[in-house]
């Protein structure tokens, strides 16, 4: 298989042209003409994960490795010292990033992975769920299912009836957002300073955390796909550099 088989399929699954302005989903590293043996799945890149890649294979992520144009290569970066081991190891890369979100992931999390029903996602990130529950239940049912290492969060009501889910981080969406507690990562003081102001609640369901689950939503888009053209895909997981449970217990040990 070549590249351009597979950017193609991708292509009309969640298309490359939905991507916000500021993105750089597509293909990242590589050739269209380049011919692929195996294709790894990840959020993310990081060297530890790319000692285990094969030479001549395809990585699709979701957070494109480079967003703004490199003026010099110097591999003292995250991104280029990244390229760096992709050039050499002969590994192209596709990144579906705003595009998968807007078609694909943040249903998909609201859904597959929190359990929501009547879900309705518009044109932009936001997707809307009507439900019956107090800030309490749905703080408690977010971090579970998530896994959340931290309790980051602001009430404002206590019954909700309307949550807003954006994956990531979406707390630039907060003046659009139409529900009694918005669901989103990175969310900083301001944020919920802003957020308070306009009585909406805020429950920090993390970046990594949100978003790691691009990696089995992708795989099963694409496997069935792979296995008509013999090519095998595997998911590889990138590690969150934020370490909560460590902090927690130093914090302890004071």
Known sequence: MIIKDLYNFLDEISPFALQEKWDNSGLVVGNMNDK??????????????????????????????????????????????????????????????????KTHLNKYVAS??????????????????????????????????LNLQFDKSVKCKKDIKKIALTTGAGMSLI????????LTGDIKYHDAMEAKERNIGLIDIGHYESEQHFSPLMMGLIEKYL???EIKAIITASQNPFDYKKMKKEKEKI
């Open 36 to 101: 692929i043996i195996r294709v790894y799945i990840s959020l993310d890149l990081d060297a530890k994960m790319l000692k285990n890649i094969e030479p001549n294979s395809l990585i699709i992520t979701h957070h494109p490795l480079i967003f703004s144009p490199l003026k010099t290569i110097n591999y003292d970066s995250y991104s280029t010292k990244i390229l760096k081991k992709l050039i050499k190891k002969n590994i192209a890369l596709i990144s579906m990033h705003t595009n998968i979100d």
């Open 227 to 229: 296995k008509k053209n």
């Open 112 to 145: 597959e992975i929190l359990g929501f029903e009547n879900i309705e996602c518009d044109e932009d990130f936001i997707c809307y769920i009507n439900t019956n529950m107090n800030f309490k239940e749905l703080k408690k049912l977010v971090q579970n299912k």
């Open 175 to 182: 003046s659009s957002i139409d529900a009694d507690c918005f």
